[in-house]
């Protein structure tokens, strides 16, 4: 398949997504600055979401300048990924109601989802190579070290008690994730070759 489509349909998507995103964002009821405030927890959630998302797409991005051909597998392992941060915009859900068990875990399980959507991704464009240092660039990213790791099936767990005790405690997680893949990208991902 042709990667150029592919690359161009992902940025389709990714900016629908974040459209859809900012107009879940309600205007507020007045115009105090105590009426803005009303809404700071969906501004908060909506600016994490919105800044998670392109950090996954600027490594989404570098992944797919390290592979020129397309196979079947890394297409619909592109669609899960997408398919799964398409419920992003749900985040209006938990903006609304930051303090509540059903919102919380629905951002966290998709943000999970998101995650191994992610793994899966990453692993086909690897295994798609013969090229061996194409596989260790891909294998040498942060994201990927860490969804290998087994600590990270036990702080999955962690997380989702602590959420269970503390449902604000999903953003917060969000937040670390974020700051984790903006610092940790490859050295070589300012230096994109096609």
Request: aromatic share 22%; net charge positive; proline share 4%.
């Amino acid at each position: 398949m042709n990667k150029g489509r592919v690359e161009s349909f992902t940025d389709a998507i990714v900016a629908i997504i974040l459209t859809i995103m900012v107009l879940e964002i309600k205007v507020p009821g007045g115009y105090q600055w105590s009426d803005l405030l009303d809404n700071l927890s969906a501004f908060i959630a909506y600016a994490i979401s919105f800044f998670f998302i392109l950090v996954a797409w600027y490594n989404h991005h570098y992944m797919f300048s390290l592979t020129r051909v397309i196979s079947k597998k890394i297409f619909w392992a592109n669609n899960i990924w997408l398919f799964v941060m398409s419920f992003y915009p749900v985040r209006a859900w938990l903006g609304k109601y930051i303090d509540r068990l059903p919102p919380a875990f629905f951002y966290y399980f998709v943000f999970l989802f998101w995650t191994f959507a992610y793994q899966w991704l990453s692993y086909e464009i690897k295994s798609a190579r013969e090229n061996k240092e194409i596989k260790t660039k891909i294998e040498h990213m942060s994201i990927y070290q860490f969804t290998k790791n087994p600590i990270f099936y036990l702080l999955g767990f962690i997380i989702a008690i602590l959420i269970f005790y503390f449902p604000p405690f999903v953003l917060i997680t969000s937040v670390v994730e974020l700051v984790s893949m903006l610092i940790f990208t490859n050295e070589d991902s300012d230096r994109l070759f096609s």
